[in-house]
């Protein structure tokens, strides 16, 4: 009777097997601490004013457009006059035009009050309206620790039929570069704005 021997050809499956093992278990390892996605809303933070002066007409903000490297789900940062950063793990929970048209609406109606007002539907039932249209032309936080802010507003009076632009540009400090800083510092920014409207509504 022959001695049983160790084929060679089964060396290589018993090292294939442990490599497998080994990749499946950093792999597991990986996804485990790994970081997760987080979900950012923004909210108005304006405060509100009992003893503002009332505009002379309905304010319906009408629009509000961001470029478009700014109206997407990840966050962005600027890094430099020619490149952008996507955030990978800092996420927007809706779609930023459509989040930051609702806010100002919201920061405008606090300082004003909710009656001098419109809602999302352009109102049909009154001609004494004033349309505001939002031209972001950077609402962008830095690499340098600063938020941008260039907006230009267009007022438009239905009852003159008259048009008026009013550009706004700032910058707001950010704490840091986390999700939470950046949410804070458009907050602030999106206030301020409607502050500024509703100065030019008077």
């Known amino acids: 009777m022959f001695p049983l021997t160790d084929h060679a050809s089964r060396q290589p499956l018993g090292r294939l097997a442990a490599t ?12 485990v601490g790994s970081a997760k996605t987080r979900y950012f809303l923004l909210s108005p933070t304006a405060t509100p004013t009992a003893n503002a002066a009332k505009p002379t007409a309905l304010a319906y903000i009408r629009n509000c457009q961001l470029p478009d490297y700014l109206d997407r789900t990840e966050m962005v940062m600027r890094k430099s006059q020619n490149e952008v950063i996507f955030r990978d793990f800092d996420n927007w929970a809706q779609m930023p035009e459509r989040m930051i048209q609702r806010i100002l609406r919201e920061n405008l109606a606090r300082i004003i ?19 505001i249209d939002y031209e972001f032309n950077q609402l962008d936080p830095t690499t340098n620790g600063v938020l941008q802010v260039n907006v230009d507003c267009w007022l438009h009076a239905l009852p003159t039929k008259t048009e008026t632009i009013h550009n706004l540009s700032f910058t707001l400090p950010l704490d840091n570069e986390s999700g939470d800083a950046i949410t804070n510092a458009i907050n602030q920014a999106l206030a301020r704005i ?3 409207t509703a100065a030019m509504l008077k």
């Not at 497998?20 to 996804?31: E, M, R």
């Not at 809602?119 to 004033?130: E, F, L």
């Open 20 to 31: 497998a093992l080994l990749a499946a278990v950093l792999l597991a390892t990986g996804c």
């Open 113 to 131: 009050g909710a009656e001098n007002v419109a809602g999302v539907k352009t109102p049909q039932s009154r001609s004494d309206i004033i349309q």
């Open 194 to 196: 409607a502050e500024e």
